[in-house]
Every structure is written in structure tokens, then in C-alpha cells.
């Protein structure tokens, strides 16, 4: 529709005039607001089941692939960088000096050669058995401990209502309760006289399900103010660029071309990171992605903080020498130390959100929870402009020029430096507030689960994690093993034989 749009001048707005916020009226209007809508649509639910779908097809209990598994959400951000990097700089080149709805056009004839390609591969996919809505299953545990709400809460967690594991949608291990959100335990608890169907009783792994996602809002929200940077960072530094010198030697680089310096650091970063980095960090923390997820993102929290720093100074430099000789700006190669560093941030938070989603979510909810990760990024992008106006109101009333930091488009005018240096004020804020949050947050892994005997109480490990904090030591007579999502509990003995 957009290429279409872009083709036909018929199908062009008309010029506005000055003081009008939008000229897409009518039909013409209606044909450019449709295709966006689409496009956000398509997107989103390409982003929010792509990585569970790719994910999906490494077998957790089989200790190479698990391991795999580990490496996929690097490879799947380097496909990702790779594609935007051909798009900001050969379909940006193609529209400017081929023609504007060419560089649409290539991009709907690679977006259908994408699909033939993931068509093909469907016959081979592992494919989740579908189950219940994770929304409702949510909403059944909310609905539920309201109307439990009086009831008080048994001793002992055991008294909670669960079913077998073989009757569950799932071919999963059961999650343990835990002591926190303790009120929504009161769902699982089944009325005398009454018949556990959904919307009287949940199970104690239902329950769990909804406080995981609980705990995991916290780390959601920490990384809200990282995507606010990165707009205001791909925003401004466009409008920086293009008043700066283009030429990188003989070569003038286009100005909506900037986004491509920290894709080439996080493309040529991710293959560095993957081979040399996770091996060595693995054989210090033995853990199977050299740092844990938690650890990735904070990593990521404080690079971009660092780089809203960098971005003032840089904003300091370019503007006095604007100033000083508007004719010699300096190099658009400055902009390559607050694009590069917050490309590296983008590399850890990113792969770092999504595999902890992933890892942490109930098996019924893994692409809900993969999907937090871009409602971050859209949540962040939304809150950028909401930013410019908070900080615009408040600085033109305290400002001795009583003008805002960003009241204009000449950027020699504002004081875009200082705005830089108040969200890498908010960052580093914000990072402590992740760090509470991180260590607050408690490892579903860490609450293994049986169907068998107290008396026994045997214990599921991760079976292809070397953590420390992850293991879990058998009794002495006895080994329990997770196959096929359920429990057997073996003699030591027969349990050496296998291995």
C-alpha cells in the first residue's frame, strides 16, 4: 500500500501550510494510516513469536542443543542489525537518488521472499501443542483469588490445589509455590463442596505462572528509560549529522544513513561476543552464557547511561565549532563514540531480555513474555516525546532566557547537551533501581518440583547447567531425572549405567 502510495503522485498529500499539523486527509489520508497500521500490526506479531518460534526448536534436555540455545539469541539479533544495516544505508541510498517508492518496493519484494522462505521451512518446524490462552489463564488466577479473598491460606502449601502432571495442556514440570504474592495463592484453593473448574479453583502452577510474569514487570519497567535514550539518540543525532561534515573522505554519507554506526559495532560486536567473550566468561562463572541474563542487561543499563554522557560532550564540541565557524563543522565521525558504545548497551540488554524471557516464562506464556521485550522498546519510544515536552515546560520557566533546552529546530539555539546529561543523570538512577529489582527477583529454576513422596523428596536439576546455584545434589540412594517433562526417580546404581 505504501509503495503504492509512493509511486502514484495522484495519491500524494497536499503541501501544508503553515501552522497545520497534518495534511493526510480523506482517502489519501486513510490509504497511508492503513498501511502503517498494518505494518505495526505484522511487526509486532512477527516480533513477538519469532524468538520463541526459533527457540522453540532447541531441545532444553538435550545438553548441545541447550547449549545452542544460548547462542541463538545473539545470531538472531545479528540477522536482525544485518537487515536494518542494508536497510539504512542501501534502501536509503536507492530512495534518494533512484526514486522514493523504489526503496519501498525492494523492501516488499524482500519481505516476500522472507515469507516463501519461512513457508518452506513450516513442515520442519517443532511446533508447541496449542493450549489455553495465557491472557485467560491470567485472568482466571486474578478473578479467582478475589473471590477467595476471605479465605485464609493453609499451613501447609500441599493442601493447594494441583492436578497430575500427565492431565496438564503442558508437557512440563509443575512449578513449586513460592512465598511471594502470597494473596494469589488463595486461587488455588478449592471450596468445599465445589468442582475445580477454571474459574472456582487454579492449580498451584497456574498461580506461579502469574506471579512470574508479576516479578518480571519490574525488570520490564527498568528498561523503559534505556529505549527513551535510544530514541532521543537516533532522534537527534540525525538533526546533529546534518549539520555536521558528511565526508568520510571522499564519500558523503547520507544523513538518515547515521543509524549505521551502531549497527556495524553491534554486527561486527555480536560474532566477538559469541566466540571469544561467552567462552571465556564460561570457564570463570560456569555459567552456559558466560554471564547470566540479569547480568546482560544491567551491563547494557550502564553503557547506555555512559553514552548519554558521551553524547553531551560530543553536543558541546560540535556546537562551539558550529558557533565558531559555521563553515568547517566538524566530522560526523564524533557521532560514531555515543552510537558505538549504546550499540554495545543495545547487544547486552537486548539478547539478554530476550533469553531471559524466554527461559524464565511457563511454558504456556514464552512468546507473551518475549513480546515484554518490545513493548519496552515501544513503551520507551512513546515516553521520548512525552520527554521533550516535560523537560521543554520546566526549563522555560526556570531558564534565565526563559526558553526551553529543545524550543527550536536550530540546534545551535538549544542546549541539547544538558538534555543528553539529564537522562544520563536518570539512567544511572535508573540503574540502581534495576539492581534492587534484579536482586529481588527470584530464578523459577530455583524452585524445582516432584510429584513423588515427601519422603523421597527427590530434586530436578537443570540438567545442562554447571551454575553452582542452579544444581541440585540427589540424596544419596537416589537420582531423579526429568524425561520427557517427567519425573522418574532411579537407584544410583542404574543411574550410573545410563550415564
Not at 495463592?185 to 479453583?201: E, H
Not at 537527534?236 to 555536521?244: E, L, P
Not at 547480568?295 to 560530543?314: C, F, K, N, P
Amino acid at each position: 500500500m505504501i509503495t503504492i502510495q509512493a509511486r502514484y503522485p495522484s495519491l500524494y498529500p497536499d503541501a501544508c501550510g503553515a501552522g497545520k499539523s497534518s495534511c493526510m486527509k480523506g482517502g489519501i489520508g486513510l490509504l497511508f494510516y492503513s498501511s502503517l497500521s498494518l505494518l505495526a500490526l505484522g511487526s509486532g506479531g512477527v516480533r513477538g513469536a519469532l524468538a520463541p518460534l526459533g527457540a522453540d526448536q532447541f531441545d532444553q534436555k538435550n545438553p548441545k542443543e541447550a547449549k545452542a540455545l544460548t547462542s541463538y539469541f545473539n545470531w538472531l539479533l545479528l540477522s536482525t542489525t544485518t537487515g536494518a544495516s542494508i536497510g539504512v544505508t542501501v534502501i536509503v541510498w536507492i530512495s534518494m537518488n533512484k526514486g522514493w517508492w523504489k526503496g519501498f518496493l525492494i523492501s516488499l519484494v524482500v519481505a516476500f521472499v522472507g515469507f516463501v522462505v519461512f513457508a518452506l521451512g513450516k513442515p520442519f518446524y517443532r511446533l508447541r501443542a496449542p493450549g489455553d490462552s495465557p491472557i485467560i489463564r491470567v485472568t482466571q488466577v486474578i478473578v479467582v483469588a478475589i473471590k477467595n479473598r476471605k479465605l485464609s491460606l493453609p499451613k501447609d502449601s500441599d493442601e493447594l490445589y494441583e492436578i497430575d502432571e500427565k492431565q496438564s495442556a503442558y508437557a512440563e514440570e509443575k512449578i513449586q509455590n513460592s512465598n511471594q504474592f502470597r494473596c494469589l495463592d488463595k486461587a488455588a484453593i478449592l471450596r468445599q463442596d465445589s468442582k475445580p473448574t477454571p474459574w472456582t479453583v487454579c492449580t498451584v502452577t497456574q498461580v506461579e505462572e502469574v506471579k512470574i510474569l508479576t516479578r518480571m514487570l519490574p525488570i520490564i519497567g527498568s528498561t523503559i528509560l534505556m529505549n527513551t535514550c535510544l530514541a532521543q539518540l537516533t532522534t537527534f543525532s540525525v538533526q546533529q549529522g546534518s549539520i555536521m561534515d558528511l565526508y568520510l573522505g571522499t564519500f558523503k554519507v547520507p544523513a538518515p544513513s547515521i543509524p549505521i554506526i551502531p549497527l556495524v559495532f553491534m554486527s561486527i560486536l555480536v560474532p566477538i561476543y559469541e566466540f571469544f567473550f561467552v567462552p571465556f566468561a564460561r570457564k570463570i562463572t560456569n555459567h552456559p552464557s558466560g554471564i547470566s541474563q540479569l547480568q546482560r542487561v544491567g551491563v547494557g543499563l550502564v553503557l547506555s547511561a555512559i553514552s548519554m554522557a558521551i553524547a553531551g560532550i560530543v553536543e558541546v564540541k560540535r556546537r562551539h565549532q558550529s558557533i565558531k565557524n559555521p563553515l568547517k563543522p566538524i566530522s560526523v565521525f564524533w557521532l560514531s563514540f555515543q552510537y558505538g558504545i549504546f550499540g554495545i548497551a543495545d547487544m547486552f540488554t537486548l539478547v539478554g531480555l530476550l533469553e531471559f524471557f524466554y527461559k524464565e516464562a511457563p511454558a504456556s506464556m514464552k512468546s507473551l513474555s518475549t513480546s515484554f521485550t518490545w513493548i519496552s522498546l515501544s513503551i520507551g519510544y512513546f515516553l521520548s516525546s512525552v520527554f521533550v515536552d516535560i523537560i521543554n515546560s520546566v526549563t522555560k520557566r526556570i531558564a534565565p532566557s526563559k526558553k526551553g533546552w529543545l524550543h527550536g529546530i536550530i540546534l545551535d539555539d538549544n542546549n541539547l547537551n544538558l538534555f543528553y546529561w539529564f537522562l544520563a543523570i536518570v539512567s544511572v538512577l535508573n540503574f540502581f533501581n534495576y539492581l534492587y529489582w534484579a536482586s529481588w527477583y527470584k530464578y523459577k529454576t530455583e524452585d524445582p518440583v516432584t510429584d513423588q513422596p515427601k519422603s523421597v523428596e527427590p530434586k530436578v536439576s537443570s540438567p545442562n547447567s554447571t551454575v553452582a546455584f542452579l544444581k541440585e545434589e540427589s540424596t544419596p540412594d537416589q537420582v531423579s531425572t526429568a524425561t520427557n517433562g517427567a519425573l522418574s526417580v532411579e537407584p544410583k546404581e542404574e543411574a550410573k549405567d545410563k550415564e
